[in-house]
Nanobody, 125 residues
Framework: QEQLVESGGGLVQAGGSLRLSCAAS????????MGWFRQAPGKEREFVAA????????YYADFVKGRFTISRDNAKNTVYLQMNSLKPEDTAVYYC??????????????????WGPGTQVTVSS
């Protein structure tokens, strides 16, 4: 069982930046594709970004391209999401997830086995 814990959320003004972290507790972090999702009130959880096991490949939702960057440090069992040029519509709870059973990045939430409890990001206008 893998435990994931997100941190780094908070309140920021539009145009500002935040860096989210997701720390994993297990010894097999480097074998997982990791992803970030978000969920706004009344909406479904949506894909934001994902990164392959080695960090060599990344994939982003169109609405964050050029603004968000996903990265990972396997030595620290941590995946990051650098968020720049934040907009009020980025307000949501952000979750990290671990994709354990495939070598290819998937953008559907059902493909992810483990999830963190989430961290709130609020962007004021």
């Amino acid at each position: 069982q893998e435990q994931l814990v997100e941190s780094g959320g908070g309140l920021v003004q539009a145009g500002g930046s935040l860096r989210l972290s997701c720390a994993a507790s297990g010894r097999t972090f480097s074998s997982y594709i990791m992803g970030w999702f978000r969920q706004a009130p009344g909406k479904e959880r949506e894909f934001v970004a994902a990164i392959t096991r080695s960090g060599g490949n990344t994939y982003y939702a169109d609405f964050v391209k050029g603004r968000f960057t996903i990265s990972r440090d396997n030595a620290k069992n941590t995946v990051y999401l650098q968020m720049n040029s934040l907009k009020p519509e980025d307000t949501a709870v952000y979750y990290c997830g671990a994709q354990t059973w495939t070598s290819y990045i998937r953008t559907g939430a059902s493909a992810y086995t483990y999830w963190g409890p989430g961290t709130q990001v609020t962007v004021s206008s």
